[in-house]
């Protein structure tokens, strides 16, 4: 099993512009987790799905934030327009009934 | 919501020292406890869990304990070695109706060091 696989590992962009964070969670597994990881605020829950359906994303900063997941073995990230102040990791977890297992993370630059 | 108070921020023990990491939660209807090992600039792992109706459990050199009526659990390193230097995370989850995972709440994280 290859483990949770999320792209890009790192990415820089603009400010203003969109970007775009995938996702493949291990397969068989029912629940998928986007978090953001900064040394101010540490891991926070951005959103969960549960069978492909959100569950709660109370954790979105706001509407710039928006995540979709539309089969059970992809799910996005989208940020726009992108802002200095969204630079951080984004890890994506997936897991079966309780247990999380991360993916590797992707570093957002936002210059 | 839940949350999840972790201390202390960081701990330096000598080389084969025990270490102990606590965290408290205020939901009681909590009832999944991990614990997460994150290495510098790497995924955070899962290194062990342990459920409500169980109040320790043990894996080789890593122990947790879970006091539900004080909320309150905590990770337990013994013969401590250099590559248990990383910062470590508690969480905590309560249980979906749905029949998926909640999500998790984590703790602020230890940054355990081992000093030979």
């Known amino acids: 099993d290859a483990g949770v696989i999320q792209s890009p590992r790192h990415e820089v962009t603009e400010m203003g512009q969109e970007v775009t964070l995938r996702c493949k969670p291990i397969s068989g597994h029912n629940s998928l987790f986007w978090y953001r990881q900064t040394m101010m605020r540490g891991l926070e829950l951005l959103i969960y799905f549960n069978n492909n359906v959100p569950i709660d994303d109370s954790g979105m900063p706001e509407d710039r934030f928006s995540a979709k997941m539309p089969n059970a073995s992809f799910s996005t990230l989208k940020i726009q327009p992108s802002e200095p102040r969204d630079s951080a990791v984004y890890f994506c977890?997936?897991?079966?009934?309780?247990?999380?297992?991360f993916g590797q993370g992707t570093r957002l630059t936002v210059v | 919501g839940e949350n999840v108070e972790q201390h202390p921020s960081t701990l330096s023990v000598q080389e084969g020292d025990s270490a102990v990491i606590k965290c408290t939660y205020s939901?009681?209807?909590?009832?999944?406890f991990p614990w997460y090992k994150q290495e510098l600039g790497k995924r955070p792992q899962l290194i062990i869990d342990i459920r409500s109706n169980v109040g320790e459990k043990k894996d080789q050199r890593i122990a947790v304990t879970l006091n539900k009526t004080a909320k309150h659990f905590s990770l337990h390193i013994t013969e401590t070695q250099p590559e248990d230097s990383a910062v470590y995370f508690c969480a905590a989850s309560i249980p979906n109706s749905g029949g998926g995972a909640d999500g998790l709440t984590f703790g602020k994280g230890t940054h355990l060091i081992i000093q030979p």
């Open positions: 977890a997936s897991g079966r009934y309780t247990e999380a297992f």
């Open positions: 939901d009681s209807a909590s009832n999944y």
